[in-house]
């Protein structure tokens, strides 16, 4: 896998579920190339969202960035997403991670070791995906004789986030891609892109995993104020690197800076105040324009 260059943006949950059309069509009016989604809890649904999101649309490519693997049986997660993937074949980037682990404590599903989850999970998720019938009897995942009746005639890769140096290696391990957090910095992708390497290089995997970082940005001459004041309620006051500001040329920038860092897809997320999304997703493709 070579390095790509791609924007995309996030629609974020703390919008509610009916603002999500009306994103969506905006940002493929813009041509903006991908939105993401989250399944935070207690939030929207990744998989009935990314659904809905690409019945609207024609071009747009949905990430899920990401379900949590805690909240579902790897073959239901499987059915979903070779479900999704058939009805809109090539469109749909499905990726999964450990979950906000206080969250999963609340819904019972918390494991004792997230990194065995991984472990086991992402690897039965892309056999079955791939066709495979799968018999495994790990300490989280248990198939006997499973074997999906509708996989996608291309089975989609599969993304997983990683934050720590054990999770990141982990990824290269057993994914085809990796999710990167908000306020992750060009060093950071970059340190993270070796971790990552030799996860997949212990495995005696060839190629490289595709990296997704997600970075906040505020367009606007009241940018730079709005970030403050954001970076005060993240208890991050002081570093104002945490987020880009400014008109798309600066921004386009500061993505620039991503991808020399080792990022293939920059994906763009509106601060919790933006009121125009609209206008939001316009810079995006406006950023997008200047760099792919």
């Known amino acids: 896998m070579t390095q790509s ?3 995309g943006a996030i629609f974020i949950p703390d919008l509610p579920p ?17 939105l993401w989604l989250w399944e935070d809890c207690f939030r929207e649904g990744a998989f009935s969202s990314a659904g809905a999101a690409l019945a609207w649309t024609e071009r747009l490519r949905i990430g899920i960035g ?34 906000v682990l206080s969250w999963m404590g609340q819904v019972g599903a918390r494991v004792a070791s997230p990194l065995t989850l991984m472990r086991e999970y992402v690897p039965a998720l892309r056999g079955l995906l791939a066709g495979e019938t799968l018999t495994t009897d790990g300490r989280y995942v248990h198939l006997d004789d ?33 999710v990167l957090t908000g306020g992750t910095s060009p060093a ?18 060839e190629g490289r ?6 970075v906040a940005v505020a367009f606007g001459a009241d940018a730079s104020a709005r970030a403050a004041a954001q970076l005060e309620r993240w208890n991050l006051a ?33 601060l919790p ?20």
């Open 18 to 34: 009916e603002a999500l059309r009306a994103s969506v069509l905006a940002a493929e009016a813009a041509g903006v190339g991908e």
């Open 188 to 205: 950071q992708v970059a340190a993270a892109r070796e971790l990552i390497a030799e996860g997949r290089a212990a495995a005696g995997r």
């Open 66 to 99: 990401i379900s949590p693997m805690p909240l579902r049986n790897v073959a239901i997660a499987a059915m979903e997403i070779a479900t999704v993937e058939r009805m809109f074949p090539g469109r749909l980037i499905p990726g999964v991670g450990h979950g």
């Open 146 to 178: 499973v074997t999906l009746d509708w996989p996608p005639a291309v089975a989609p890769t599969i993304h997983a986030a990683g934050e720590g140096p054990k999770t990141l290696r982990l990824t290269g391990e057993v994914a085809d891609g990796t």
């Open 273 to 292: 105040d933006e009121s125009e999304l609209s206008g939001f997703l316009g810079g995006v493709a406006e950023v997008a324009a200047r760099v792919v």
């Open 238 to 270: 002081g570093e104002p690197e945490r987020i880009l500001t400014g008109d798309a040329g600066r921004i386009a920038r500061g993505v620039e800076e991503y991808y020399e860092a080792g990022a293939d897809a920059v994906i763009l997320q509106p």
């Open 209 to 214: 995993n595709d990296i997704v970082v997600y």
């Open 5 to 7: 260059r791609r924007i």
